[in-house]
């Protein structure tokens, strides 16, 4: 009910001035610039829990997506840092629910494949959190959240660059491939198809969700 202090690691620096502005007058807030690709910044067992939000695919390089070494190595150092009995969570994403949480993955299925292979699929992730040392591990799917908020199911959302920018698979497309999802999407609402098939999609969704929470207390 209560946090004592919260710290925050951030590697882009706008994004950390953002976080800065908004947290000007919380005392008990402190954040600064690292990467998570890194040994974390902190002394062994700081803290009481660690929270990673839909970061993991942004530490894997295809170098890296056999093993996954670089999340085992965040794991690693999340078992250092945390105090005995602390809970690390991490909040991901199924490969199922890359290709049918999000109603227009199925617009751009080649992106979506490219990305998936910076996801390390959560049976992996069970695995490595109690090699490590990690142990009552859980999983919650919280599938009534949705990201992108209200401008989700915008049915020209993706002729929009801001909403194509709201999620980094759009940037992994081809030229050619965006074209395509592009008269797709506008064909389906000059049609009056779009209106049955984001319900199609939305459904799918409905049953996976679009994101998955690990977590998992260290002994």
């Not at 801001?162 to 008269?183: I, M, P, V, Y």
Request: glycine share 8%.
């Amino acid at each position: 009910e209560k946090v004592g202090h919260l710290y925050g690691l951030e590697l882009n620096g706008g994004m950390l001035a953002q976080a800065r502005e908004k947290c000007q007058n919380d005392a008990n807030i402190q954040l600064e610039q690292g990467s998570l690709l890194e040994p974390l910044p902190y002394q062994d067992e700081t803290f009481d829990g660690m929270m990673c939000n839909q970061v993991l695919h942004h530490l894997v390089a295809a170098s890296s997506q056999e093993n996954f070494e670089p999340v085992h190595k965040l794991i690693k150092e999340a078992q250092r840092v945390l105090r005995p009995q602390g809970v690390l969570v991490f909040n991901t994403s199924s490969h199922p629910q890359l290709y049918d949480g999000f109603w227009w993955a199925d617009l751009i299925p080649e992106a979506v494949g490219r990305i998936a292979k910076r996801f390390p699929p959560i049976e992996i992730m069970t695995s490595m959190l109690k090699e490590v040392g990690f142990h009552k591990v859980g999983i919650v799917v919280p599938v009534n959240a949705v990201l992108q908020g209200g401008n989700y199911l915008d049915p020209m959302g993706p002729l929009k660059k801001d909403f194509r920018d709201g999620d980094s698979t759009w940037s992994l497309a081809t030229n050619e491939e965006l074209k395509q999802a592009q008269a797709r999407v506008q064909l389906m609402n000059q049609e009056g198809s779009m209106t049955n098939y984001l319900e199609t999609r939305e459904n799918l969704r409905k049953n996976i969700g679009q994101t998955t929470f690990l977590f998992a207390y260290k002994y």
